[in-house]
């Protein structure tokens, strides 16, 4: 029931019975209301809690960005394979310059390249997603400019304070207060450009550019994730990343005494757990090469004069490998066996990706004219690093702590 004019209301005043009514049937209706928001809000978090959920709302934020720089491109293009070929063609002698197309220096797309479409964009990078170790764990900080500071706490020690000075005091009624204060510090990330290059026949682009448009954008995104992970892991920080192997916080625990080169044993594991800084844990994965796979397997735990094997994988179906219940990620980026950084134990979200949130295209026929081929450029500018530069000294215990952690070199 409604209430829309005077006499109606001076009705319901009158009648007690249709006034409870009304009450009863506002009532109802509002806390249908009130479940159902609820009950969506909850099938939202249950979604977006999963590593789907999280990729899919990153895509979609990334997409949706109106700052992007190649935001303004967008609807421009059907597909990515209509606007490699419009590259393409810009290059050929006797075709008209697309004026789609927003060059990067001025008309001359061989020279600065063009920019692609944020949709498009994101498109590569949803797809590097499905690829990549890190990207999808760290923490991705869009890019509005070359350089972004990011704000952070230089907490090095909780020896007699906590957050780099923040000190408490027991005191008496009427006591003193002493201040104190945190130490803040920044995190720099500068774009980094990181090219990609391939070539195709001149014949495959009069024929099926379009139609090899998942051909080419899976290859580029692919490529991307492959070299993006390269330097987030590897990284020297040198015109690249500072990758988790050349980290100021990185510990390295030292091999058993005796231990046996190239080989992986259940104390290196042991050790590497304990030196995670203990919010980090629950958090934490394992990113280990390919080679240690066996080692893990004939993990042994010695039990007095005895001893009994140590399960990290179910093999009866297809195997899942954890380590204190935490997934290991296996990825031929990391160092080979016996290499400090062929295993690492990392909580990825102290890292930080520097997305600049532009990619650019461009093509020549010029440098593969002797064979007829055609040559494509991608180009995207990021950065990445972690997010502290230092272990942490606890308040009691002689070991520092660190959500970056790997095993010194066994050789």
């Known amino acids: 029931m409604t209430i829309e004019t005077q006499e109606q209301l001076d009705g319901l005043l009158q009648s007690p019975e249709a006034l409870n009514e009304y009450i009863e049937d506002k009532a109802r209706l509002m806390a249908e209301k009130v479940v159902g928001d609820r009950v969506k809000q909850d099938v939202v978090d249950a979604i977006t809690s999963t590593e789907v959920g999280k990729r899919l709302a990153m895509h979609e934020a990334d997409e949706q960005n109106p700052n992007a720089e190649g935001a303004s491109e967008n609807g421009k293009f059907r597909t990515m394979g209509e606007f490699l070929k419009s590259v393409s063609d810009s290059q050929r002698p006797g075709m008209e310059f697309d004026v789609r197309l927003r060059a990067l220096n001025e008309s001359q797309g061989d020279q600065g390249g063009f920019l692609v479409p944020e949709e498009f964009r994101a498109e590569l990078l ?12 760290a923490r991705v900080i869009p890019m509005a400019r070359e350089t972004v500071r990011i704000p952070a706490v230089r907490d090095t020690t909780h020896a007699s304070n906590v957050f780099g000075g923040v000190q408490m005091y027991w005191i008496p009624e009427s006591g003193t207060f002493t201040s104190s204060e945190p130490t803040f510090s920044q995190v720099r990330l500068d774009a980094k450009k990181l090219t990609g290059l391939t070539r ?6 009069a024929d099926s550019v379009i139609g090899g448009e998942g051909l080419i ?12 992970d390269d330097a987030f892991i590897n990284g020297s920080g040198a015109g690249q990343p500072v990758g988790l192997l050349n980290a100021d916080a990185l510990i390295t625990v030292a091999k058993e005494t005796g231990q046996t080169a190239t080989t992986l044993v259940k104390e290196n594991l042991d050790k590497m757990y304990a030196r995670m800084l203990p919010t980090s844990r629950a958090n934490a994965v394992w990113i280990a090469n390919t ?4 080692q893990l397997l004939s ?3 010695a039990v007095g004069t005895g001893g009994s094997a140590v399960m990290v994988a179910n093999i009866a179906n297809a195997p899942t490998f954890s380590i204190y219940g935490r997934p290991v990620l ?3 980026k990391a160092q080979t066996l016996g290499t400090a950084g ?3 134990f990392a909580d990825l979200s102290y890292y930080l990706i520097g997305d600049r949130q532009s990619v650019t295209m461009a093509s020549s026929m010029h440098t593969r004219f002797t064979t007829d081929e055609t040559e494509f450029r991608v180009t995207s500018r990021l950065d990445g690093r972690p997010w502290i530069d230092s272990a942490l000294t606890p308040r009691n215990g002689s070991n520092t702590l660190s959500p970056f952690v790997n095993l010194a070199a066994r050789s």
């Open 126 to 137: 949803s797809q590097t997603l499905e690829t990549a170790t890190i990207r999808p764990r």
């Open 291 to 294: 080679d240690v796979i066996p």
């Open 330 to 332: 296996f990825t031929e």
């Open 200 to 205: 195709v026949t001149n014949e495959w682009l």
């Open 342 to 344: 062929d295993i690492y």
């Open 299 to 301: 993990l042994s735990q």
């Open 217 to 228: 954008t899976g290859m580029f995104a692919s490529a991307l994730a492959y070299f993006e």
